[in-house]
């Protein structure tokens, strides 16, 4: 049964980068089929997907982060990896990451979720 849980600073400082990591336990984040994905939700609103790498290491962003979000991932340690640089305040929120068993944006029952972390952008 597979387990993901997010680390990371909770507090980030505006212009910087934010920087989470995803360890995954009870399963390979190489195995075939599965995207592994970062959503986050803001105070008082809704999911919003920020993209995933999948099991062949292909990565997809959301366009209006794009520019700013990496992805990434170190199969030795069986953990990936989200970098969002130049955050702001509008970056406050609950990160999750999940595992996905397709593209689209998992949906609350769908796929496997870590339990989230808050990160708050503040100076």
């Known amino acids: 049964q597979v387990q993901l849980q997010e680390t990371g600073p909770g507090l980030v400082k505006p212009s910087q980068t934010l920087s989470l990591t995803c360890l995954v336990s009870?399963?390979?984040?190489?195995?075939?089929?599965?995207?592994w994905t970062w959503i986050r939700q803001p105070p008082g609103k809704g999911l919003e997907w920020i993209g995933y790498?999948?099991?062949?290491?292909?990565?997809s962003y959301n366009p209006i982060h794009r520019s700013r979000t990496s992805i990434s991932r170190d199969t030795s340690k069986n953990q990936f990896t989200l970098q969002l640089s130049s955050v702001t305040p509008e970056d406050t929120a609950v990160y999750y990451c999940?595992?996905?068993?397709?593209?689209?944006?998992?949906?609350?029952?769908?796929?496997?979720w870590g339990q989230g972390t808050q990160v708050t952008v503040s100076s």
């Open positions: 009870g399963g390979s984040i190489t195995t075939n089929n599965y995207y």
């Open positions: 999940v595992r996905a068993g397709s593209r689209a944006t998992p949906a609350p029952g769908f796929g496997s």
């Open positions: 790498i999948g099991y062949s290491g292909s990565t």
